[in-house]
């Protein structure tokens, strides 16, 4: 008897209830497939909306002062309230099969061993595309088809400038321009809207005053009177850079045990799952290819970036609902024999606060 496009419709949504649902299971091509963990466990769920917006204030009115008796006032009311919006973008995957492959594997392993393969290979290339994209800036200031990564944020230094402060205010797109808007905020304009950034040429002695200067300098807390009106969150930091500069900070750590025992030529350094070197007890995580070898889009300067990332400030955004949404099996009048199920989502990165969200390490850029 022949088996009709129903009953094959209902085999493969029967065989996908009992896959993994809503996760990314490969996991080939990266150490640590960051941006899929993190957006699988960590992420911020919005219900709707046409975009994630959020208000963030960035300076105050400056009315208090001290005063004489039966002094006048004269109050004031400034609007010190600004809107952030990042935009929504879209991203997707889909597996196949056709009528006749399916009936070439009836047994039911051959067919649940045929039903993952595809599913996999969908799920690879998803996760690949996620942790590619979360490491870069978009194409071009109008850009809306790519998400904003890291580098989007935490902004490097401008060209040839030396040195370290909250100067980070320069994006720098992938097809060479640049521009200071970020997330709808112009950070030429406002300067608590730019990121701490620091240069550095080796990773010794110096790289690790530097490093402790920026991590004082981007602990910001409300005071003692005063209730933060930010959201509290127990996201981790963490840190991140290329092969290279992971493995000259490990051979400062090295250089550094006074405890090196037995045989191990790596003395105390020990390569885990949490990271391969540890930074003011912070993880340094090699994330793979995408920060090997980093050069600056608009001079190709090799900048070898070191980025310390704060997830309370940084926060990957999903929309409910849509996030990881696998449709059921469909067919085409076009190719009626074929299968196709899409996994879809919208998503994207957003900065509330980029004086505390973390900062960079860069080699200086040079023109």
């Excluded at 009936?103 to 649940?112: D, E, H, S």
């Excluded at 321009?177 to 040429?201: E, I, K, P, Q, V």
């Excluded at 076009?334 to 919208?346: K, N, P, V």
């Amino acid at each position: 008897m022949a088996v009709k496009n129903a009953q094959l419709a209902d085999l493969i949504a029967t065989t996908l209830e009992d896959l993994p649902k809503q996760e990314i299971e490969i996991m080939w091509d990266h150490p640590e497939y960051e941006f899929s963990r993190i957006y699988q466990n960590e992420r911020m769920e919005i219900e709707s909306g046409t975009a994630i917006s959020r208000r963030v204030m960035l300076d105050h009115t400056g009315a208090a002062r001290y005063r004489r008796l039966y002094d006048t006032d004269e109050p004031t009311v400034n609007d010190v309230v600004q809107t952030i919006t990042v935009p929504w973008v879209q991203i997707g995957t889909e597996y196949s099969w056709d009528r006749r492959e399916i009936l070439r594997n009836r047994q039911p392993a051959a067919f649940v061993d045929m039903v993952k393969t595809r599913r996999y290979d969908g799920l690879w290339s998803l996760a690949n595309l996620i942790e590619e994209r979360a490491w870069k800036t978009p194409t071009s200031a109008s850009d809306d088809l790519y998400p904003y990564g890291v580098p989007y944020y935490l902004n490097m230094l401008n060209a040839d400038t030396t040195g370290a402060g909250f100067s980070g205010q320069t994006i720098r797109y992938q097809d060479g321009s640049t521009g200071t808007s970020c997330a709808g905020l112009d950070a030429s304009t406002f300067a608590r809207w730019r990121n701490y950034a620091a240069t550095y040429t080796q990773i010794n002695a110096n790289f690790i005053d530097t490093y402790r200067i920026a991590f004082l300098r981007t602990r910001f807390k409300a005071p003692i009177n005063v209730q933060d009106p930010s959201s509290e969150t127990a996201n981790s930091k963490r840190i991140y850079t290329g092969f290279q500069a992971m493995s000259e900070i490990m051979r400062l750590a090295d250089s550094k045990d006074d405890n090196h025992t037995g045989k191990d030529i790596m003395s105390n350094v020990r390569m885990n799952d949490d990271g391969l070197a540890m930074i003011n007890r912070l993880p340094v995580v090699y994330p793979g290819e995408e920060l090997d070898g980093v050069t600056d889009p608009v001079t190709g300067t090799t900048t070898d970036p070191i980025y310390t990332v704060d997830f309370a400030f940084f926060k990957p955004v999903v929309m409910a609902d849509d996030w990881m949404h696998e449709e059921e099996p469909m067919t085409d009048r076009r190719q009626h024999t074929a299968y196709t199920i899409f996994l879809d989502g919208s998503h994207n990165n957003l900065c509330t606060n980029r004086r505390r969200a973390g900062f960079v390490m860069h080699k200086p850029i040079v023109t």
